[in-house]
DNA sequence: TGACAGATTCTGCATTTGCTGAATATACAA
DNA sequence: TTGTATATTCAGCAAATGCAGAATCTGTCA
C-alpha cells in the first residue's frame, strides 16, 4: 500500500501524534495545535511552515495559528534561518512552562479567596473557603516543586 | 439604589463570584457553571435549582446543566431532599476531586511517552521524550501529594 | 529595481457551543 | 387517579471557533 499522501510520517508516528493529541484536547489546546505538538516532539531538527503542513496534512494556514498558539503558550520555540525569510520551529526546551501559567492562576485564586473569604461568606462556607485557598496554595507550590528541576540549563 | 433584580447576593458576593469566574473560565469552564461554583462556596446549605437560577440571574434550565456538569466533575453534590422530589445542590466537600482527571491523564500521557517513544523518535527526540515521560510522572506524582490531605474524613 | 519564495492575514463556511423559553416528564400528595 | 410542583429535555437562535483556500504582505536574491 503506497502513502498516498506528501507525509512523511511512519504509522506508528501518527498513532502516536493521534493518541497523544486526544488527551491534549482534555486541556482545552485545538486538534492541530494538539497534533503539532505531538509532531514537534518527534523531530530531531527544526521544521518549516510546509513540512509541517504536508506531514501533518492540513493547510498551511491552520498550521501556521496553531504554531503561533504553542508558541505564545512556550510549547515551541520559533527560530529564523540566517539569510532566509524561512521560519522553523523546535519543540520547545522546558517542558513545564506551559504550566506557569496554571500555577499563577492557582496562586490567583488562592489569594483571592484568602482576602476576600470573610466579606463573603460566614460560619461553614467561610471555613470552607479557607480550606480551600490552602489547597489552591498548596496545591500551586507541589506543582512549581515538581516543574523546577525540569528548567533548562540557563545557558540558553 | 434598589435590587433591581431577584437575586439575594450581596455585592461584594457578585464581584467575588464573577472575579473567581474569570480565573476559572482560563480552566475550560463555561461561565455559568464557572459562577455557579464559586456561588455554591458562599452558601451555607444546600439550596435549589430556583434559588440558584435567581441569585445567578440565568435560565434554570442553564443553572440546571451547569450543576449536572459540576456534579459530573465532583465540584458539586446533588442532594434529594426527602419527601419531595426537589433537587438540591452543595458544593462538593472535596476540593481535589475534580482535579484527579487531571493527574489520571497526565499518568496517561507518561504511560503512553514511555511506551512508544522508542518506536517513534530516536536521538535528541527520543531523549526528549524520555525526559518529558518522567516530568509527567513527576508533576503526577506531585500533585497528588498535594491532593491527597485535602480529602475529607472518610465518614462520608 | 524586479521577481520570487515564503509567511501571514483575510474571507467564507461549517461546526460547535451556550443560552433561553417552551414543552415534556416525573415524583409526590390528596 | 388526578393535580401540582419541580426537574429535565427540546427547539431554536446567536456567537464563537476552527479550518481551507485565496489574497496579501515582506524579506531575499539576482
Redesign the pocket.
Known sequence: MQNLSNSNLSQPQRHFIDELAMLLLSWGM????ARLYGYLQLQIGPV???EMAADL????????????LLEAHGNARRLGER?????LYVAGDDPGLPLRRQTDLLGMMSALIAARKDDVAEGAARARLTRLAAFHRDLKDAMEGAILPYKPKSGS
Open positions: 485545538t486538534i492541530t495545535a518549516s511552515l510546509d496534512e492540513v493547510s498551511k494556514s491552520n498550521v501556521c495559528a496553531a504554531a503561533k539569510g532566509s525569510k524561512r521560519v
